[in-house]
Nanobody, 132 residues
Framework: QVKLVESGGGAVQAGGSLRLSCAAS????????MNWFRQAPGKEREGVAG???????KYRDSVKGRFRVSKDNAKNILYLEMNDLKPEDTAMYYC??????????????????????????WGQGTQVTVST
């Protein structure tokens, strides 16, 4: 059974740090394309960070220089190191994955400087709350 499990969320003060993890299991193919997304109350879901087919990191503009995405390909774990957190980073954070052997899904959405495709698999999310 395909599963994505996020962890590491919590409540921090502005300027603090958190490290999110997303563990993937049950996938047929070893190499997955994985991205981080977030959704704040009353807002649409937005792409945050990911690793593309060339193992290049990509970020939405508002988190560049503060967030760092990394992936352990051997274990299929995606990480998101978040530093200098701001209240506007408050959201439920989700990881998404695709197991197409041809690589990451074709980019179909671009906003905030971040482009991403349609991911078929999603985790349940981990809440990040940043207070002033």
């Amino acid at each position: 059974q395909v599963k994505l499990v996020e962890s590491g969320g919590g409540a921090v003060q502005a300027g603090g740090s958190l490290r999110l993890s997303c563990a993937a299991s049950g996938f047929k193919y070893k190499t997955l394309c994985m991205n981080w997304f977030r959704q704040a109350p009353g807002k649409e879901r937005e792409g945050v960070a990911g690793v593309d087919d060339d193992n290049r990191e990509k970020y939405r503009d508002s988190v560049k220089g503060r967030f760092r995405v990394s992936k352990d390909n051997a274990k299929n774990i995606l990480y998101l190191e978040m530093n200098d957190l701001k209240p506007e980073d408050t959201a439920m954070y989700y990881c998404a994955a695709d197991q197409d052997p041809d690589g990451c899904p074709e980019s179909r959405h671009c906003e905030g400087g971040f482009c991403y495709g349609n991911f078929p698999y999603w985790g349940q999310g981990t809440q990040v709350t940043v207070s002033t």
